[in-house]
């Protein structure tokens, strides 16, 4: 495992090889805006969610017929990653490693490249198989709250209602209660995570959303318009917020286990390649 420095005149982000994590990234200032782990808490930082994010139901499904075993969020985050290209304010990963849950021949890049006060993220699969497969992606970065979470807020970019989809274990139900209507804004509160765990929003209008604090003037701007679902996740008590752009959510506890079926799915003929893409604006 090794550590990959990029930076510019006003970033610096450090990754990690294993997973091709971001592990740290500092402002001009030198304030870190990305938890650092605890083992009390939570030692990840921000992994890359594939070929699923979240968990699937029985930690399997079927892609024509053949059934295969997958681990919640996937395999990419306990891998070792190959850094195909560096420069001085970019960096790009690459895994080629197959799993027995997806026994396909494939490339999975990351790639971020620092612009400004902006990290800009780019997962690109492409299928090098003589089959299809199915894929999805999500990001998990956790931003630092040293303050505790209930001194930040979300401002969504346009008035949301935040309609949790509750969860049984790691899989969603259809079942869903409301945490706020008709707003822009939406307070951390450390009781939802207590109650919930995670919250799971499936039908958010907005792809961008600004996390803040009254306390003072830094601002973080996660921008994810190839992402359709939006995850907020800490564990009680730690100073981190995760805010988690899906391209899937878990699994439906009643879910028939057809990878095809499952919403967010993105299936690839030999050949093909698709890219999505996220923005970490730090301010």
């Known amino acids: 495992m090794d550590m990959i420095e990029i930076k510019n005149e006003r970033l610096t982000a450090v990754f990690s090889t294993h997973g091709a994590e971001l592990q740290s990234l500092r402002d001009q200032n030198g304030v870190e805006r990305i938890w650092q782990g605890d083992p009390a808490f939570w030692t990840g930082h921000a992994p890359v969610l594939f070929p699923v994010a979240g968990a699937l139901r029985g930690d399997t499904y079927t892609l024509d017929g053949v059934r295969y075993a997958m681990p919640k969020h996937g395999f990419s985050s306990g891998m070792d990653w190959q850094v195909e290209k560096q420069t001085a304010d970019s960096v790009t990963f690459l895994l080629t490693q197959p799993h027995p849950g997806f026994p396909f021949q494939y490339k999975l890049r990351a790639r971020y490249v620092l612009c400004e006060n902006?990290?800009?993220?780019?997962?690109?699969?492409?299928?090098?198989?003589?089959?299809?497969?199915?894929?999805?992606?999500?990001?998990?970065?956790?931003?630092?709250?040293?303050?505790?979470?209930?001194?930040?807020?979300?401002?969504?970019?346009?008035?949301?209602?935040?309609?949790?989809?509750?969860?049984?274990?790691?899989?969603?139900?259809?079942?869903?209660?409301?945490?706020?209507?008709?707003?822009?804004?939406?307070?951390?509160?450390?009781?939802?995570?207590?109650?919930?765990?995670?919250?799971?929003?499936?039908?958010?209008?907005?792809?961008?959303?600004?996390?803040?604090?009254?306390?003072?003037?830094?601002k973080i701007r996660v921008a994810y318009p190839d992402f359709d679902v939006l995850l907020l996740w800490t564990v009680p008590g730690a100073g981190y917020i995760c805010i988690e752009p899906w391209r899937n959510a878990p699994d439906y506890t009643d879910a028939d286990g057809d990878i095809r079926h499952k919403p967010g799915m993105i299936a690839l003929r030999p050949g093909q390649e698709r890219s999505l893409r996220h923005t970490l604006t730090i301010e």
């Open 118 to 218: 902006q990290v800009q993220v780019e997962y690109a699969v492409h299928n090098l198989d003589t089959r299809d497969f199915c894929f999805s992606l999500g990001a998990h970065e956790a931003y630092a709250a040293p303050e505790g979470i209930e001194a930040y807020e979300l401002v969504f970019d346009q008035a949301e209602n935040f309609d949790h989809s509750l969860l049984e274990g790691s899989l969603i139900t259809h079942r869903t209660v409301s945490l706020g209507q008709h707003t822009r804004v939406f307070q951390l509160r450390r009781a939802d995570f207590e109650t919930y765990d995670s919250l799971v929003f499936l039908n958010l209008a907005s792809r961008g959303v600004t996390l803040q604090s009254p306390l003072h003037g830094r």
